[in-house]
């Protein structure tokens, strides 16, 4: 159902247009006609934005995001810091967050820091480990060992040339020395570890430099150190950095426990506050007066009336009508749905908003939606199964979504159980082996026909239904060629099934003319209310109904794999790889099933049904409130 | 002979389709997630058009049911 809205205007004097403003945030039933807040700017605002912005970097930088966990009684508390004019609690909160700050930085620089040596230094132990022993062979020995990037390609020129130079500078009655040990890492390149003698150092570099290979270091070792002593720098240092990094993190945790409260609820205030001064400041002033338009819903006017004359007596006057017709598609859409049916809000989420004045489809969707996704599933032992999960996903209200589609899922899983039992199916055909049980109605394996007639009829009724509300929206909304457009399609549908009727002669042949004047009828409605598209819609409509086939198709697939997951038994006995095998079948089944089901039948509902009559494009009903929900930071 | 037939038939009245709709479902699911990752309000549109050519694939199956029901 959507509300009925009234419009608004709130008149009052200017020195009391800021306590009127905190008034209608408290009450946060307005939907206030105001420009978008980035559009706005004064110093006031432009302060609070700078330390909003600084807010939300210190909690990231902190790396919070409890938003849920955040209660009211915090931010009751800090709103007490926030009790000062804007410009001087701007101040004294920007004072205490830049201290907070520097402290922050300080701890977060060097755990950065730390962070990213680590990873060299490890990155350069792995390196390390493959030429350790042949470091410390040749360090026994008394060489010098080097290591250098090179290029796989001139390797074996490079390591001719370096042969040469080191014999020129060997004395002749000795043989020259030089070993080497390489490692490709790349593509294109390799790690080459060269051990020479002291006498022979100097013609390393300059060899290497010719072939452009590249010397290699240690990270964060400084000076002239040899690759042994770096090694065991890095040994070192691998050793006391993550002790180190764990105190650091255990410092930013517990500040981040401690702070991170605190400065979500100064973030939230300063965004409340913000949002009030943006009001403030797009409110139209006549002298010594303001103005503020906006909408409510109908049944909340009592509450806003009452509460401006208890708190302002006559310094505002409040004035109030209902829209026009022309004025509806400007009027904000708020749905008001039983609570039964509240959580089934979630489908239109997922849509456009419907346009006020139009139709609510909730109500039919929380019928309708378990009633289709129950008998995909159809299976006892699935709908007992889902009812557990939806059990405890509901118990999450902390999350709103997860807690809805908890609720949806127990509806599925009640009609699952009741389809379970018209079919007999109890994890497949697990309930006729174990205790005999025989459906109620039919077996869906193997009476395939009688189910696919069963949901086609079941489709062709929920598609009726979707153009009745289709001819009523459009009575409603006074969209002439949209009713005639609606009710021409139901006529051709109703006058070929009458026909298809007579054919198999269970109604007399006098209905036969009935039904071809009601076929022409419905024709030239067609043609007036929606030209030659209106007669391809009214094609679109059978396989709409068709459409519902799924409905059995799905639900057949889910009852084989049920029943091939059983049979695991049987070929496999009933030992440890029958019953697993059986196990993972029946989960790959069962997640199957309600992903399935869940997504076919909103797709009955958006297109086939939804698509007769949902008007969607309207704006959705955002009361100007204090907002305490997770979205606080997305907002 | 001829239940191979109809088998095959019935095969090909799922196959085929079945193709067509993992066809149309990998351009529309790459293009909707590419959407959704801008625009998350359009998500409910993105499940619709996703789910809309699978029609073509239970038609398909009704078919093969037909064919396996009025002639195996």
């Known amino acids: ?635 | 002979m001829e239940k191979a037939i109809i088998a095959l038939a019935a095969a090909l009245a799922v196959g085929i389709p079945a193709f067509a709709t993992a066809y149309a479902q990998a351009k529309i699911g790459s293009a909707g997630a590419g959407t959704v990752a801008e625009k998350p309000e359009t998500a409910g549109i993105m499940i619709i058009l996703e789910a809309i050519p699978e029609t073509m694939v239970i038609l398909g199956f009704v078919v093969a049911i037909m064919l396996i029901l009025q002639f195996a």
Request: neutral net charge; aromatic residues 10%; hydrophobic residues 45%.
């Open chain 1, 1 to 635: 159902m959507i509300r009925d809205m009234v419009r608004i205007a709130v008149w009052g004097l200017i020195s009391q247009r800021s306590n009127v403003i905190e008034v209608l945030h408290d009450l946060g039933v307005v939907h206030l006609e105001t420009p978008q807040r980035t559009e706005l700017s004064n110093q006031e605002i432009d302060k609070l934005r700078l330390l909003r912005g600084k807010l939300l970097g210190l909690l990231e930088a902190l790396e919070w995001s409890d938003w849920n966990t955040l209660g009211s009684d915090l931010i009751e508390r800090a709103r007490n810091s926030f009790d000062l004019p804007v410009n001087e609690a701007v101040r004294e909160v920007d004072r205490s967050l830049d201290r907070f700050n520097n402290r922050l930085s300080v701890t977060l620089k060097e755990r950065n820091s730390l962070r990213d040596l680590f990873l060299q230094l490890h990155q350069a132990e792995e390196i390390i480990n493959h030429f350790k022993n042949f470091i410390i062979d040749e360090g026994k020995k008394g060489k010098n060992v080097s290591l250098w990037w090179n290029s796989k390609n001139t390797q074996t020129r490079l390591l001719n040339d370096l042969k040469k130079e080191i014999r020129k500078l060997t004395p002749v009655k000795d043989r020259e020395y030089l070993r080497y040990h390489s490692v490709p890492i790349r593509e294109k390149e390799s790690l080459l570890s060269i051990s020479v003698d002291m006498e022979a150092l100097s013609a390393v570099p300059e060899v290497m430099g010719s072939f452009d290979a590249i010397k290699w270091k240690v990270p964060s070792v400084t000076g002239d150190l040899s690759l042994m002593e770096s090694v065991r720098q890095v040994e070192e240092n691998l050793s006391w950095i993550p002790l180190r990094l764990e105190e650091l993190e255990k410092v930013i945790s517990e500040t981040r426990q401690s702070w991170g409260p605190k400065l979500a609820s100064l973030y939230i205030l300063a965004d409340e506050k913000l949002e009030e001064l943006v009001v403030e400041e797009s409110s139209l002033e006549k002298g010594n007066y303001f103005m503020l338009e906006g909408w409510i819903p109908s049944d909340e006017l009592d509450l806003l009336s009452e509460r401006l004359q208890k708190d302002f007596q006559e310094d505002v006057l409040l004035r109030w009508r209902y829209p026009s017709s022309d004025e509806w598609n400007l009027v904000p859409t708020s749905l008001y749905n039983w609570k039964v049916f509240k959580p089934f809000e979630l489908f239109l989420k997922l849509l456009e908003t419907p346009k006020y004045k139009s139709l609510d489809p909730t109500a039919f969707i929380a019928v309708f939606f378990p009633l289709f996704s129950g008998c995909m599933v159809g299976d006892v032992g699935y709908g007992l199964v889902t009812a557990f999960f939806a059990h405890f996903l509901y118990r999450k209200k902390h999350n709103q979504i997860l807690s809805d589609i908890g609720y949806i899922l127990i509806f599925v899983s009640f009609w699952s159980i009741l389809w379970g039992i018209a079919f007999g199916e109890f994890f497949g055909d697990l309930g006729h082996r174990l205790f005999h049980m025989e459906p109620l109605w039919l077996e869906r394996s193997h009476a395939v026909m009688p189910v696919m007639i069963f949901t086609v009829s079941l489709g062709a009724a929920h598609v009726i239904l979707g153009l009745l509300l289709g001819i009523f929206e459009g009575i409603k909304q006074k969209h002439h060629r949209h009713w005639m457009e609606k009710a021409g399609n139901l006529g051709v549908l109703v006058s070929l099934f009458l026909c298809l009727i007579i054919l198999k002669g269970w109604l007399p042949g006098p209905f036969f003319t009935i039904s071809i004047s009601l076929l022409v009828i419905s024709v030239i409605l067609l043609m007036v209310g929606g030209g030659i598209g209106g007669l391809v819609e009214s094609l679109g409509t059978f396989g709409n109904i068709l459409s519902y086939v799924r409905i059995a198709a799905i639900g057949l697939s889910s009852a084989i794999l049920a029943i091939v997951a059983s049979e695991f038994i049987n070929v496999f006995g009933l030992g440890i790889l029958g019953i697993f095998m059986a196990v993972a079948i029946h989960i790959l089944n069962f997640v199957l099933a309600i992903g399935g089901s869940g997504l076919h039948s909103a797709r009955l509902h958006y297109v086939e049904f939804m698509g007769k009559f949902y008007s969607s494009g309207g704006e959705e009903y955002k009361p100007f409130s204090r907002r305490r929900s997770s979205h606080w930071k997305k907002r």
